[in-house]
């Protein structure tokens, strides 16, 4: 019995021994783990379009085998083999995943228990709301983290807008057109131009800009195309809206960017030792609900995408 056990009213201690029936340590079993990442994934924007995976332990590597190169297949001779200037071989790369600590931690007083006690089932209430509230978090660091952040959860790991910088292209202050999506297709390398899932990932206000310029063109002078193909898409490529792909950037704290591709590679990793513990306050009259997890990101193969920036959001 802890020193402050007896003191707790019956209701709170409903609550804890639910609470302790977690695993020894406090770790989540596999299947609370899946459960708390299939609630952040319904939840998020981002983040159930991206690939989540679970992963045993701090690090891992992700093996992948690139391109042969332009030409694999030659015409051939009979009893003669490919000559030396002909013959390929794959190229092999790995893509490194390492896992920095976060920990979410939620406050309530004694007494709200008190009409909330739920006996065993009190546990996966707690993890299923944070694991709500954890999509927005998890969709901001997917897309907007950065090493050098003074924010703490972005400074854990580049996110996407920093890590696409092969193929870029600049909008130079521009309201989002017809002209800027062909432009950013076009970045595209050809080699990945054809891949599945694309799809362009802007700011609600860009998009909005690229409505006006589609009802403007209609008119009088509305041809079949133009109807035919809505203004949430350009031609037949979605362009889908991100909450937290930002609008205050550039000089004048007024532009957005444009992010092209399959967001499939982008891997989002969890560590399977989740852990979730209570600790009551006596002082404070007040119960803590605190969650450790260890995630980690990265692009699987980050050639194969485009990202536009100087797009403006006014």
């Known amino acids: 019995m802890d020193e402050n056990s007896a003191l707790r009213p019956v209701y709170v201690q409903k609550a804890d021994m639910a609470t302790a029936q977690l695993t020894s340590g406090g770790k989540l079993v596999r299947e609370q783990v899946d459960n708390f990442i299939v609630v ?108 050098t ?21 600049a909008a130079g202050t521009a309201a989002l057109s017809a002209s800027i999506l062909d432009t950013t297709e076009l970045t595209m390398p050809d080699e990945y131009a054809e891949q599945d899932g694309l799809a362009y990932f802007t700011s609600r206000r860009a998009r909005a800009a690229y409505r006006r310029e589609w009802q403007a063109r209609i008119g009088n002078n509305a041809d079949a195309n133009i109807l035919n193909n809505p203004p949430s898409s350009y031609g037949d490529i979605p362009i889908v809206v991100i ?29 399977e030792d989740v852990e979730l513990e209570t600790e009551y306050s006596k002082k404070a009259r007040m119960w803590s609900v605190i969650m450790t997890a260890r995630t980690g990101q990265n692009f699987e193969h980050e050639p194969a995408t485009v990202q536009t920036d100087g797009v403006l959001s006014t």
């Open 243 to 271: 909450p937290m792909i930002p609008t205050t950037l550039g000089v004048g704290a007024n532009e957005t960017v444009v992010l092209y591709l399959n967001p499939k590679q982008f891997v989002y990793a969890v560590e």
């Open 149 to 169: 952040s003074t924010d703490d959860l972005l400074a854990l790991h580049d996110g996407m807008r920093v890590r696409m910088t092969t193929n870029t292209f």
């Open 40 to 147: 952040a994934i319904k939840e998020g924007k981002m983040l159930k379009l991206v690939r989540v995976t679970t992963i045993s332990r701090d690090e891992r590597e992700i093996p992948k085998m690139t391109t042969f190169g332009s030409r694999i297949w030659h015409a051939a001779t009979e009893m003669e083999e490919l000559p030396l200037a002909y013959r390929v071989r794959p190229g092999f790369d790995k893509v490194t995943i390492t896992t920095a600590e976060m920990q979410a931690q939620v406050n309530f007083p004694k007494y709200f228990l008190k009409a909330q006690v739920e006996g065993p089932r009190f546990q996966q209430t707690m993890i299923a709301y944070l694991g709500l509230h954890s999509a927005r978090d998890w969709d901001d660091k997917i897309l907007n983290g950065d090493t």
